[in-house]
């Protein structure tokens, strides 16, 4: 059994964990699965919002795909999430990826 059907395993026992899914996503972007992935961090941003790790990874994500206003959007988000949950590491990385695209007058 690969990696891949291991955590689809694990999700059969646990559909609503957040860090499986996040795994999930995870194997999927090394696979070159974007779609597939994407779709598992949006289920994550839909069932769990407060999931501080999914921000980044998805607004990368977005980057890849060429949706910067997306991706833009998915870091400020990511940050309110963070901010309230007092995870300053968090914060930063998604400011920084923010700052590396523009700022808000560059997507408004």
Known sequence: M????????FL?????D???TFALAKE???MGEKQKAL????AIVKNDPNYVGTYYHLGKLYEQLEEFT?????YKDG???TRAAGDQHAFSE???AKLNLGDDEDFE
């Open 70 to 74: 997306t991706a833009f959007q998915t």
């Open 79 to 81: 940050m309110k999430v």
């Open 28 to 30: 999927y972007e090394k």
């Open 18 to 20: 957040s860090f499986l």
């Open 2 to 9: 690969n990696r891949l059907e291991k955590i689809k395993a």
């Open 94 to 96: 998604l400011a920084g």
């Open 39 to 42: 779709e598992q961090y949006l």
């Open 12 to 16: 059969a026992d646990s559909p609503n």
